[in-house]
C-alpha cells in the first residue's frame, strides 16, 4: 500500500532556531501535499497545501513566512519551522493523495514530535 | 467540505463488533466519504472510504444511506488495537480536495 515517510519523528530545537521536517511519498508521486498541526488532545489542523513546482496555499491564520513549505519533487515535501518559539511545539503531519483517481484517499506521514526549549 | 458530526466517545466489548455513526446531512453530490484512525502518537490511518454504494475491505465496512446523509463505520471483529479515535471526513474526490478534521468518536475497546 501507499505510505508516506516522515523525518525527524521527533525533534528539540532552542528557542530561534530553524527545524526542517521532511514528507516523503515511497511508492508513488505526489503533485500536493498537506501539513497539518495537532496540539494535545485536539484534533487535526490543516496549515497548508503543498503543491509541486508551485507556492504552497496557506489557511487562514498561518504565517507563511514561519511556516516555509518547499515541493521540488514529486516525492519530496519539506515544512520549515523558522525562528521556533516555544509556542510551536505540537505534532506536525504530512500527508498525500495515493493516486490521480477520482476519489483516492489521503494517506499520512507517522507526525514529527516538535519540541522548542 | 460538507460538516460531519460524530459522538464524542463509544466503547466495544473485544470480539463484539463497533458500529460508528457518521452524520453528514449537507453533503454534496460529488463529496465521498473517508474514515480515518488514529492511534495515540501516530498519524492517521486510512481506513475505507466511499461515495454512493457500501464498502467493504479487510478492515472494515462502510455503510452509507441511501440518501448519503449518514453513514456508519464497522469493525467487524474489535480488538484492543482498534481503540482509537476515529475520524469521518467528507471531501470532494479531486485532488484538490481538503480534508477538514473534526474530533472524532474516541473508540475504546474492552477486555
Known amino acids: 500500500g501507499a505510505v508516506v515517510s516522515q523525518h525527524p519523528s521527533w525533534v528539540i530545537c532552542k528557542s530561534g532556531t530553524s527545524v526542517k521536517i521532511e514528507c516523503r511519498s515511497l511508492d508513488f508521486q505526489a503533485t500536493t501535499m498537506f501539513w497539518y498541526r495537532q496540539f494535545p488532545k485536539q484534533s487535526l489542523m490543516l496549515m497548508a497545501t503543498s503543491n509541486e513546482g508551485s507556492k504552497a496555499t496557506y489557511e487562514q491564520g498561518v504565517e507563511k513566512d514561519k511556516f516555509l513549505i518547499n515541493h521540488a519533487s514529486l516525492t519530496l515535501s519539506t515544512l520549515t519551522v523558522t525562528s521556533a518559539h516555544p509556542e510551536d511545539s505540537s505534532f506536525y503531519i504530512c500527508?498525500?493523495?495515493?493516486?490521480?483517481?477520482?476519489?483516492?484517499?489521503?494517506?499520512f506521514g507517522n507526525g514529527t514530535r516538535l519540541t522548542v526549549t | 467540505d460538507a460538516k460531519t458530526t460524530q459522538p464524542p466517545s463509544m466503547d466495544c466489548a473485544e470480539g463484539r463488533a463497533a458500529n460508528l455513526p457518521c452524520n453528514h446531512s449537507t453533503i454534496s453530490g460529488n463529496e465521498y466519504v473517508y474514515w480515518y484512525r488514529q492511534i495515540h502518537s501516530q498519524g492517521p490511518q486510512y481506513i475505507i472510504h466511499g461515495l454512493k454504494n457500501n464498502e467493504t475491505n479487510e478492515m472494515a465496512s462502510l455503510i452509507i444511506t441511501e440518501d448519503r446523509k449518514s453513514s456508519t463505520l464497522i469493525l467487524p471483529h474489535a480488538t484492543l488495537r482498534d481503540t482509537a479515535v476515529y475520524y469521518c471526513i467528507v471531501r470532494v474526490g479531486t485532488n484538490a480536495g481538503k480534508s477538514t478534521f473534526g474530533d472524532g468518536t474516541t473508540l475504546t475497546v474492552k477486555p
Open positions: 500527508s498525500a493523495r495515493d493516486g490521480n483517481f477520482e476519489g483516492s484517499p489521503l494517506h
